[in-house]
Structure formats: C-alpha cells, structure tokens
DNA sequence: TAGCCGTGGGT
DNA sequence: TACCCAAGGCT
C-alpha cells in the first residue's frame, strides 16, 4: 500500500491512533453520524450538519441539544426553515445568546433555498460566502458533511495542537501556525471523522485545566507533555476589565396579568428580540431615578432589581412594575397574555427583569387542568 | 486588529 | 465570589 500523503511520518501516526480512538471513544450526538455508520455509506444530512454548527459557535454541546432537536422537529430541511417567519425563528432561538446567529440562520436558509436549489454548496470558499459561515464553520462542513480535506480550527482543536507541538505564540496570532500544523497531518482518507475526534478530544481528554494526559491517545507525540506543563497552552493575551452599565426596566401589567412588551433594534446587542420597555443603559449612576425613563406615566413601584453579564459589560437594571388600568397608547408594543410570555422572544437577561416583578411569569408549566 | 456580541456551567 | 470557558462571525 502506498504512503500516507501528509508530509512526514510522526504526523500520520497522530491521525492514525487519533482516528483509532474517535472510533472507540467518540461522542454520541444527535447530529453526528458515528463512524460504524459512516463506513456502512450513512451520509450526514448537510442542512443537521450546518445547524448544529451555527448552535454550536461559542455555545457548549450541552446547551445546543434540546435546540437542535426542537429545531430539526419544527423545521426538518432548509425549505421549511426559509418558509418560516422571522419571529418563530427568534423565539425558537431566545435563550441560546449570540442573536445575529439566528439572523443569519435564517438568512442562510433562504440563499440555499433560492440561490442553490436547497443544495448546500461543498467547498470551502462556496460555504464560506454564506451569512454566518465563517472560517471554522465553512471548513467543519466541507469535512464532516462532504468529507473534504479542510483544516478545521476550533477553540478545542488551536488547544490540541498548541499543546502537541508546544506553540508559544499566543492567540490569536498562532492561528496562522496552528492552522499550518493541521493542514500537515489531516488524513485524506476521513477528514471529517479527524477533525470531529480533535474536537472530542478537546472537549473530553485535552480539557483546558487539568487534561487528562494518562488517557490521551497521542500523548507520545506531545510536546507540551513531554514540557511537563501542557496547561499554559495556548498562549493568550490578557483580558480588558468589565465596565458597569445601569439603567432600569419597566414591567406594566394589565388586569389580566399580560405585561407590555416591544422589539429591540434590528442590529446591535439582543438585536430583533423582545424586552420590556427599558431606559437607555448609561444614563444615570443612580437607579433609584432612572424613573424618568418610563414609557408613560403611571404608579410607577419599584420591584426589585437583577445583575447580569454580557461578553463585554455587567448590566444593573432597577425593576420597575405598575398596574395598569387605563391601557395608553405605545407605538411599536404589545400586551403580551400571561400564557404567551414563555414562548416570547425575550432574552434571559430581560427574562429575569420581568420575573423581579412577576415571580414565575415566564417559566412554561404544565396545564393546571390536565395535572391536576 | 480588536471590539462587539449571550448564556450557563465549571472551578 | 470571580473568573474562565464553549464546535466563532462580523465589522
């Protein structure tokens, strides 16, 4: 049999027993086509593939599980999720964070439907035009959906090979490196099975703090390992302090206990999703006054107030709640019934504002009458 | 290039 | 508690 085409031998004996382990060890997700069903001629459905990709972007396996399969249920190929309306598309997302993914899911789905006949284009270059595919998720579609040689580069994998080949550079300048090494020892054989057992190993073996060197299955190879100090890789720059922003939330409740509710700005943090009416977040360092901002006047009571963390700030929000009699008139809002606030497009952080004011208002429960 | 963009779990 | 981190993309 001829020789392995990667360039020298050291590498092609880390994809092999990498290889030889994924097919031992490998996760069972429900996107992934497991490699005894590969080698029985299961192909991976392109549109599961590219979805879970898009969840899966700075979002843990765990998170994305019931999304993905709430997901694949309500919308089972591209023509269904193009056909949907935007707002079934956020409300199916809210929870999940990083909002312009949905956007561009959507947006996504409808250039395959109408551009590509439904068909998700195989290269690199094709997938990568495509809103919100980027470099990692182009690369992990051409390999794992359509088994082409592509050097995928995740979170999981710039740890892996910094640590084999004991990279100092820190991110994100190694990239370019880390990529290079990758390029140097993909199989050509079952690229997509390497890079998705990289990825387990990652997430499973070679863990950020505390990798479980005695378990990894090219241990032998590992440079930083034979350094005696694999968990300094990789290199990073050091991190920008978080800032405080404060401002206040306004929760008005109806009679029969629907609050009012509006849609943020298309772009921008939380884009195209649902909230209470809020002040703007830099307006005063004193929540007891943020008042003012109030959408109309009203008894206004306070009503607690939340904490929460964003990638690039920490938001205080004062709660505010009035009963209202009398509706006013609010241009671009809408009194949301208290049994559709749940399935709402609100994000935790407002999810939170409004549970200050109404304990239990958005949690899903069971139907009173049927489990009694 | 570096800032913006969520959330929940682990340590 | 405070910090880190997760199958990144866009501008």
Known sequence: MKAHPSINRGANQVASALLDWYDAHHRELPWRVPPRDLKLGVRPDPYCIWLSEVMLQQTTVEAVKSYFTAFVEQWPDVFALAAADNSDVMRAWAGLGYYSRARNLK????????????????????????????????????????????????????????????????????????????????????????????????????????????????????????????????????????????????????????????????????????????SDWNSRQDGATTIEAAPFAAEWRPAGAIRHVFTHFELALTVWRADIKELPAVPDAWWSPPEQIPGEALPTVMKKAIEAAIPGATKKRPDRKGTA
């Open 107 to 278: 947006a996504c789905a409808e250039t395959i439907a109408t551009q590509y006949a439904g068909v998700f284009p195989e290269t690199e270059e094709q997938l990568r035009s495509l809103p919100g595919i980027g470099p990692y998720t182009a690369a992990a579609i051409a390999s794992i959906a359509f088994n082409r040689p592509a050097a995928v580069v995740d979170g999981n994998i710039e740890r892996v090979i910094s640590r084999l080949y004991a990279i100092a550079t820190p991110l994100p300048a190694a990239k370019i490196e880390i990529k290079q090494r990758v390029t140097e020892i993909l199989p050509f054989d079952r690229p997509g099975d390497f890079a998705q057992a990289m990825m387990d190993l990652g997430a499973t073996i070679c863990s950020p703090k505390r990798p479980k060197c005695m378990l990894c299955p090219i241990k032998e190879h590992c440079a930083a390992l034979a350094n005696g100090d694999p968990e300094i890789y990789p290199a990073k720059a050091a991190k920008k302090a978080k800032p405080l922003r404060q401002g206040a939330a306004f929760i008005a409740v109806r009679d029969d206990g629907a609050i009012l509710l509006r849609t943020r700005p298309e772009s921008g943090l939380l884009g195209g999703m649902s909230e209470p009416p809020t």
